[in-house]
């Protein structure tokens, strides 16, 4: 990394750093297009419909398609049926509950505080995002409907059109994402992925030709390194494919991602290529396109040995570790026959198909809770105290920018900041004074709705330096003019839902980033220090007889340890945008973690295929010889983990046995039972359970060595 920083030009000024960015953010890229028209067609369906139809509350059904179109049309589909049902489960919440204390003050106002705090457990516990955001922002706009001074069958009408208004967008986005899918089958991953790794073997022929790359696809592998992994890691998260293809394929993105932004920095770099530099370039471009053809064909890809040992040459840097990247990508699948038998199924994984994840296990639910309900009842007060009901979007906007909260970084109040105020007041307002007068029909304003949804939603397709931007733009454009089923021309109430914005950004940026924050290096840290102390624990399963208790605890180190991998790439994002005398120290602890953080990936995915062996499930039982050779060797590594977390921690390690012997042992062990074994079936569960031990101690060692 040192020599990257020598090499790499120096910064630009601001105004000219400020350009290229947003022309490297908002430059076109493959399948761009599509997710905008996607979300624009969504949206402006949604639009007529309510306009028509004369239903309020069209913001809901609006933004929910508008964040739900940006996703896969598989996991959509899946979870249009659920998000129907948790709709009329919100609302069925809200009228029955209401009941009981509608008529005593005290009630009603811990029923309020008590509504906010299950809208934000239920964001962070429930395991199906889209039904877990219907659920959270129907109660943050039914709620407040209720502290006005109406009659109760006033309420129970405007709280149906609520449930209406998120229906209709819910079957809108499913029809169309229907379509779409008709339109171009195929893997919304393993498609993104190969495009991924085809940009980097666009790229090698040059080095491997001596000659300069070309502008067109020197700008194609950065963009790519722009985009990251985020959309990708989102998708896997939210969607029904078995836990096994999410834990795998994760590991794939991590990976891919990581040499994509190798290649995007050798581009930089002032290359010279020597032969044998040559000849390492030709087959590691043949490696590529191995990977990316056998995931295509959903074959699992074939184990790639790079014979070099030595570092790359000073004329080509970064060699080496393109190759170490490239040889872990096949040791994910290992153990594995077929990538289409992890694709989702009829039946559902039982641990899958449960809305809540472990949520009694995990404080970090219940923290999450706890702030989110702690900004949502102090903007509810505030508008409560001064009397300002037309404030009360401060509400549904902290529930809206905590779609964005859990795992992201503190950068985003920014772009928050920045997108309320070109949403309500530049363009929302705006157009009230400029536009709208001249308006006189659905037609004009439709005009007017998809170039500003157009537009933003082309800063949403943006990484996630700016993606948020677009994002609150529409919210705050959505809020004022689809809240009513007619288009809004008050400048009051356009200025009081502006300011309810405000006021709910500055409680989310007050409770979120300043009562309860760290900085993001050091939270980075912290998680990538707990990835290795449970993943240590998961190689200590199962304990002496608690094989039934280690299946189920597996589970959860495993949904925890996936968090975690999620987490940090998010906090990675946000070091960049904090600033300080220790940033350069961030920035290397940045650096370092993100290049440890892929291999600690595929040695996780390693482990849990390990994991069968040790839990001797049937079809995975092992001679009792190798078995004890196993447990040994199992031993050896957990303490080599949680030796590496201690020194990241400053911690004095506790002294370690030679970890090499104890594989040696091990595969002595297989070897001597192979050549006594007549059986080819165990001969051929034996090696490979040898291949999986193998890549678990290469990428361990590797580990090991840098840290």
């Not at 030595?310 to 040791?331: C, H, Q, W, Y």
């Not at 549904?396 to 920018?401: E, G, M, N, S």
């Not at 859990?406 to 920014?414: C, F, N, P």
């Not at 995975?620 to 060797?633: C, D, K, M, S, T």
């Amino acid at each position: 990394m040192a020599t990257i920083a020598q090499n790499l030009p120096a910064s630009p000024p601001p105004l000219a750093w400020l350009w290229q960015f947003l022309k490297e953010e908002l430059a076109p890229y493959p399948g761009r297009t599509g997710t905008v028209a996607r979300m624009v067609i969504a949206t402006t369906l949604v639009m007529i419909i309510c306009m028509t139809f004369r239903i309020p509350y069209g913001f809901q059904g609006a933004v929910y398609a508008l964040i739900v179109s940006s996703d896969s049309p598989r996991a959509t589909l899946q979870s249009a049926g659920t998000m129907l049902l948790v709709t009329g489960i919100a609302a069925v919440y809200v009228l029955i509950t209401v009941w009981f204390v509608i008529s005593i003050a005290i009630l009603h106002f811990l029923w309020v505080i008590a509504s906010f705090f299950l809208a934000f457990y239920a964001l962070s516990a429930m395991t199906n995002y889209v039904s877990s955001s219907t659920f959270a922002i129907v109660i943050a706009v039914a709620v407040p409907l209720w502290d006005r001074h109406l009659s109760a069958e006033t309420n129970v009408e405007d709280t149906l059109w609520l449930s209406l208004a998120t229906s209709v967008g819910i079957v809108v986005t499913a029809g169309l994402e229907l379509a779409f899918a008709r339109m171009r089958p195929g893997d919304e991953i393993v498609r993104p992925v190969a495009a991924m790794l085809a940009s980097v073997e666009e790229l090698l022929p040059f080095y491997l030709e001596d000659r300069p790359v070309d502008p067109a696809t020197e700008k194609k592998a950065t963009r790519f390194a722009m985009l990251g992994t985020s959309m990708l890691r989102r998708i896997l998260r939210r969607s029904t494919y078995s836990r096994h293809y999410d834990e795998e394929m994760g590991a794939v993105v991590a990976l891919v991602g990581r040499l994509v932004d190798l290649a995007a920095n050798l581009t930089q770099l002032s290359v010279h290529v020597s032969e044998d530099d040559r000849q390492r370039i030709r087959y590691l471009a043949a490696s590529i396109a191995g990977i990316r053809s056998d995931l295509l064909n959903r074959r699992v890809p074939v184990l790639i040995e790079f014979r070099s040992e030595s570092e790359a040459s000073g004329g080509f840097p970064l060699l080496r570790e393109m190759e170490k990247t490239v040889s872990l990508i096949p040791d994910v699948f290992s153990g594995s026959e077929s990538i289409s038998e992890y694709l989702p199924s009829p039946v559902a994984d039982k641990h899958r198909s449960t809305l809540f994840a472990a949520a009694l296990s995990n404080t970090e639910y219940l923290k999450f809770a706890l702030k989110g309900c702690l900004a949502a009842s102090l903007c509810y007060i505030i508008y409560s105290s001064i009397d300002w009901p037309g404030i009360s979007t401060t509400v549904t906007t902290c529930l809206l920018t905590a779609l964005s909260t859990i795992g992201s970084s503190r950068q985003k109040q920014v772009l928050r900041f920045a997108g309320a105020i070109a949403g309500g007041f530049l363009i929302g307002m705006g157009s009230q004074v400029f536009i709208l007068p001249y308006l006189d029909s659905i037609a004009g304003f439709t005009v007017l709705f998809v170039f500003v949804t157009a537009v933003s939603a082309w800063f949403m397709t943006c990484s996630p330096r700016l993606s948020y931007f677009g994002l609150q733009i529409l919210v705050a454009f959505y809020l004022i003019n689809l809240q009513e089923f007619a288009m809004q021309t008050s400048l009051s109430v356009a200025r009081d839902r502006v300011v309810g914005i405000l006021l709910g950004l500055l409680m989310m940026w007050l409770v979120f980033d300043q009562l309860w924050s760290t900085p993001a290096a050091l939270e980075m840290k912290r998680t990538f220090v707990s990835n290795l102390r449970l993943l240590a624990q998961l190689v200590r399963e199962p304990l002496p007889g608690e094989r039934r208790l280690a299946i189920d605890r597996s589970y959860s180190l495993r949904e925890t340890i996936n968090q975690n991998f999620d987490k940090a790439r998010a906090l990675a994002d946000g070091i960049l945008f904090e600033f300080g005398p220790s940033r350069q120290q961030a920035l290397a602890t940045r650096s370092r973690i993100r290049q440890w953080q892929p291999r600690l990936r595929a040695l996780f995915v390693t482990e849990i295929a390990l994991l069968k062996y040790r839990l001797r499930l049937p079809g995975f039982e092992l001679p009792e010889a190798v078995g004890a050779a196993q447990r040994q060797f199992d031993d050896q590594l957990a303490k080599m983990l949680d030796g590496m977390a201690n020194r990241i921690d400053g911690e004095t390690p506790a002294a370690e046995d030679n970890f090499e012997d104890s594989f040696a042992r091990l595969e002595q062990t297989i070897q001597a039972c192979s050549s006594e074994t007549p059986q080819k079936l165990l001969t051929g569960e034996l090696q490979t359970f040898l291949a999986l031990s193998r890549s678990a101690e290469s990428v361990t060692s590797s580990l090991n060595k840098e840290i």
